[in-house]
């Protein structure tokens, strides 16, 4: 076949991405003119071999590799006029095709000026490196598709590996592109897809990440930093480049809260002798390296802490302070909420070098845009190792605040960082309103702190800015009485912020059978047994439905159980509301106040 020949044939656009589609003048050849299969895979052999083409030989054993030679070759001469006699189906008897030709003597291939194949015309569109934005966007989506799905034709495999180096060569063209012609951000999504079936690719992530931190994506920069950290350790061994972690770090160097949020608190009141304990700066080796603040609810245990915090900050120590509220699923999230306080409260130059230094812990920093999720072993070990850090820094206090809920797994952890930081001036408070605390730290020397309630003279400090308000008429005095002392049930009195109807409100939501138990409860200052409530029923049925409400009642905390032989011990907000001398639908704001401070109907 001359080249004249090829020329005034009409042109075959074969598609191999996404599937096979065979065009030919424009107009796609029907699928029932496919009549043999050999036919077909032939075509795509060829396609994918390019203008290379393909020995005749090879081409029989690569279609036909169980079979004889001579049977192999018979075998394409069969397909070989299928293809044809499909692609041009007025081809006279004997006569030369113009789309399949012998690009050298013993090959086959498809005829470049009259076949087009979508993958190479691809490659030849890449390779002009004057090609615009809008050309390089049209060609990054034209390779998003995979090369024939589904299939399993020779030579797949090595052309499947040619396309995705195809894809990532267009998605970063198309990225320079985009930042010249002012839209990066559309570059984002391509180089996306690319990192996604290409987690180790190194030049895209850098990229990627570079123009997410140019746009302010500081957590997206996190959360592909670590997934690509990982898939490097794991697939290769390695660590990141340093170009790419100098991106991490600048999207971390500032926290994802930038405001350290202070909730208004009153002035801070007695406990002088704890604090002189809690705030001494600790030495190497001096012990005792643990405290433990134990005390009933609302005396103060988060608020001791944060005096204490604040105290210890102001003599050069270092602090890790886990809150309250930290508390989650993960067992030990007061430790990482404390390592998270750290670095919320630290410059720029510290963030940077933790994320870097550390980046599993870093992973599960909420201040360094982490997940939270801090169940992988590498995470106590970088925990273990910027404790240690730090304590060559200079003396470090751990605050952990509401140990309880997680000690389980935050009492094996603290054992591994002390048995790190043995000889370091490194202490650790525990904050716990139950035994948990002190049962579960058998570390040898523990100095054992337990809060007590607030005399006349100090509650009445604490509340003397709350009773300067309009429409208080209660006294410091009365208030004292009725709080007995606590700090948190003083300053629910002196601010009347819950009234008894919320409190009704939502005691008429539960069974009569739990407002019986509470009636019965609020009469008996010193709380009953279980016997004593079973006696306290009359009939076997009313008996079942007074237990089953002491069940219900237990468990959403209108009523706390005690250690030992006593079932149940109702509440003093219990005993106030339900008391003779309270109003008559039964409660009481004092009441109220206090069952908003043991914290069952938190807003």
């Known amino acids: 076949m001359t080249s004249s020949t090829a020329e005034r044939a009409e042109r075959v656009d074969i598609r191999l991405i996404g599937g096979l589609l065979v065009r030919r003048g424009g107009a796609p050849i029907p699928e029932e003119r496919w009549t043999r299969p050999g036919a077909r895979r032939l075509l795509k ?13 090879r081409l029989g054993a690569l279609l036909w590799p169980d079979a004889p030679a001579a049977a192999a070759a018979g075998s394409l001469r069969v397909a070989l006029h299928a293809v044809r006699r499909v692609l041009e189906p007025e081809l006279r008897p004997r006569a030369g095709s113009s789309y399949i030709v012998s690009c050298a003597p013993g090959f086959l291939s498809l ?22 934005a809008d050309v390089l966007e049209q060609l990054t989506e034209s390779l998003t598709a995979e090369l024939l799905p589904d299939d399993d034709v020779p030579l797949l495999l090595e052309r499947r590996q040619e396309l995705r180096a195809l894809r990532r ?76 972690r100098e991106v991490f770090a600048r999207a971390v160097a500032t926290p994802r809260d930038r405001r350290i949020v202070q909730n208004q608190r009153s002035e801070f009141v007695g406990r002088e002798r704890e604090l002189a304990l809690l705030t001494t700066v600790p030495r190497a080796g001096a012990p005792p390296r643990v405290f433990t603040v134990t005390g009933e609810p609302g005396i103060g245990l988060s608020r001791t802490l944060e005096e204490a915090a604040l105290r210890l900050r102001a003599r050069g120590a270092v602090v890790l302070h886990a809150r309250r509220t930290a508390s989650g699923s993960v067992p030990y999230a007061p430790v990482l909420s404390a390592f998270d306080d750290l670095l919320r409260h630290s410059g720029r130059r510290r963030r940077s070098a933790v994320a870097t230094g550390c980046p599993d812990l870093a992973a599960a920093l909420p201040t360094l845009h982490g997940t939270g999720d801090g169940r992988a072993p590498e995470v106590l070990a970088d925990a273990a190792a910027l404790l240690m850090d730090l304590s060559y820094e200079g003396p470090v206090v751990v605050l952990l605040d509401d140990v309880d809920r997680s000690a389980h797994g935050t009492v094996p952890l603290l054992r591994h960082l002390m048995r790190r930081c043995t000889h370091r001036p490194v202490r650790f408070v525990l904050a716990g309103r139950t035994p948990v605390v002190q049962d ?32 208080v008429s209660r006294t410091a005095g009365e208030i004292h009485r009725l709080s007995g002392g606590n700090p948190l049930f003083a300053l629910e009195l002196a601010r009347d912020t819950l009234g008894r109807g919320t409190v009704l409100r939502r005691l008429r939501e539960e069974p ?9 409860l609020a009469r008996t ?14 009939t076997l049925a009313t008996r ?46 004092a009441a109220a106040a206090h069952v908003q401070l043991c914290g069952y109907f938190r807003a």
Do not use: F, M, N
């Open 45 to 57: 052999v060829l396609a994918l071999a390019g203008e290379r083409g393909v020995r005749r030989d």
């Open 111 to 132: 005829a470049p000026h009259a076949v087009r194949v979508d993958l190479w015309e691809h490659r030849s569109a890449l390779h002009e490196r004057t090609a615009s």
């Open 169 to 244: 060569e267009a998605a970063l063209l198309y990225a320079a592109a985009a930042r010249r012609a002012g839209r990066t951000e559309r570059a984002v999504e391509p180089l996306r897809r690319v990192l996604a079936a290409d987690p180790v690719a190194a030049d895209v992530c850098r990229e990627l990440l570079g123009i997410l931190l140019d746009l302010g994506y500081d957590s997206e920069v996190a959360r592909l930093y670590h997934l690509h950290r990982r898939a490097l350790a794991e697939d290769c061994g390695l660590a990141p480049d340093p170009p790419l």
């Open 440 to 471: 579960a730290l058998a570390w040898g020397p523990v100095g054992k702190i337990e809060l007590g309630r607030l005399g006349p003279a100090e509650c009445a400090r604490l509340v003397g800015p709350a009773l300067l308000r309009k429409g």
């Open 512 to 520: 009569p059978a739990l407002r019986q138990v509470l009636e019965l």
């Open 525 to 538: 200052p010193d709380g009953l047994t279980h016997p004593q409530l079973r006696a306290a029923a009359g």
């Open 544 to 589: 079942h439905a007074l237990l089953s409400g002491l069940d219900r009642a237990v468990r959403t905390g209108w009523v706390r159980t005690e250690r030992g032989p006593v079932y149940a011990l109702a509440l003093d907000a219990v005993r106030l509301a339900l008391a003779p001398t309270a109003a008559a639908d039964g409660w009481s704001v």
